[in-house]
C-alpha cells in the first residue's frame, strides 16, 4: 500500500509563493496518476490539479491556472506543487493523493494527512 507525506506548508502573505510536496513510499510511485486537492474550513474537499503517470499531461481547476504548477520526480518518488501569486482564498489543507485516470477521469485512491496552507491578506 502506497504511503503519502505531504511537507512544505506554512503562513505566506498575498502574492507570495510556496511549493509543498508530496513524498510517496510503500509503493510504485511511477504507477500512480496524483493529484492535489484542498479543503477550507466548511467547505468540501476539491481537487487542484492532476497529473499522469509519467507527468506528460496535467490538469488544472480553474481557480488555479496559470497561478499553480503540478510536477513530478519519479526516481525521486516525490510531486510538487508550485503556488504562485498566492491569494487568501487559497488558504486550505492541501492534500496529495494517488489514483487512477480512466476515460479522462481522476479516481483518488490514497490519501496524504494533509499539509496547511494559509495565505494572509
Known amino acids: 500500500q502506497v504511503q503519502l507525506v505531504e ?5 505566506v502573505q498575498a502574492g507570495e509563493s510556496l511549493r509543498i510536496s508530496c513524498a510517496v513510499s510503500e509503493g510504485t510511485f511511477s ?6 486537492f484542498r479543503q477550507a474550513p466548511g467547505k468540501e474537499r476539491e481537487v487542484v490539479a492532476r497529473i499522469t503517470r509519467g507527468g506528460a499531461s496535467t490538469t488544472y481547476a480553474d481557480f488555479v491556472k496559470g497561478r499553480f504548477t503540478i510536477s513530478r520526480d519519479n526516481p525521486k518518488n516525490t510531486m510538487y506543487l508550485q503556488m504562485n501569486s498566492l491569494k487568501p482564498e487559497d488558504t486550505a489543507v492541501y492534500y496529495c493523493n494517488a489514483g487512477v485516470i480512466y476515460s479522462g477521469t481522476y479516481y483518488p485512491s490514497v490519501w496524504g494527512q494533509g499539509t496547511q496552507v494559509t495565505v494572509s491578506s
Open 7 to 11: 511537507s512544505g506548508g506554512g503562513l
Open 31 to 36: 504507477g500512480y496518476s496524483m493529484g492535489w
